[in-house]
């Protein structure tokens, strides 16, 4: 009896699921409220560099989806990373990354895509998925694909995030 009741006071399994990020649709509309053009997307970033980096990370996707950006390419430079988005087939530079923060960021798009942290100097390729809360009478949501490329470059690594939005 006393080993039984053991298990009861141990927690239940919660699911993850690797290779996710969750964006709320409050998130995704108040980009899409607050945000009109690409320069509300630049003054956003720019205010987030030194939070956390998961939270930089939603809100450059949020960012991208909201403008409809087709790519979100990451360049690495010598003091820092060069943030472009891919509109209607042009790059349009959103924002300059600080080498710190760029790092930061890296290292969260590999773990979110399974990519090995250790390995610069090869090219590594892989995915992940954003899913959106949608809000509706049930409980629904929008699921969108991101393929990752992580290119070895001259100033460091270069990433490119593929957003395939149905």
Do not use: C
Request: hydrophobic share 40%; proline share 3%.
């Amino acid at each position: 009896e006393h080993a039984w009741s053991a298990y009861q006071k141990t927690p239940g399994a919660v699911s993850r699921e690797i290779g996710a990020i969750q964006v709320s649709h409050e998130k995704i509309t108040a980009l899409r409220q607050e945000i009109q053009d690409i320069r509300g997307i630049q003054e956003r970033i720019e205010k987030m560099f030194f939070s956390r980096t998961t939270e930089l990370l939603e809100l450059i996707l949020a960012g991208a989806i909201a403008v409809d950006a087709s790519d979100v390419h990451l360049e690495a430079r010598d003091d820092g990373a060069r943030l472009r988005f891919r509109l209607d087939g042009v790059l349009h530079d959103i924002a300059e990354l600080p080498t710190r923060a760029y790092a930061f960021l890296l290292s969260r798009i590999k773990l979110v895509s399974e990519l090995k942290l250790n390995i610069h100097d090869r090219a590594q390729d892989g995915r992940f998925t954003v899913r959106i809360a949608v809000k509706t009478s049930g409980s629904s949501e929008v699921v969108i694909e991101v393929r990752t490329s992580v290119l070895p470059g001259p100033n460091g690594e270069n990433t490119v995030l593929r957003v395939l939005n149905p």
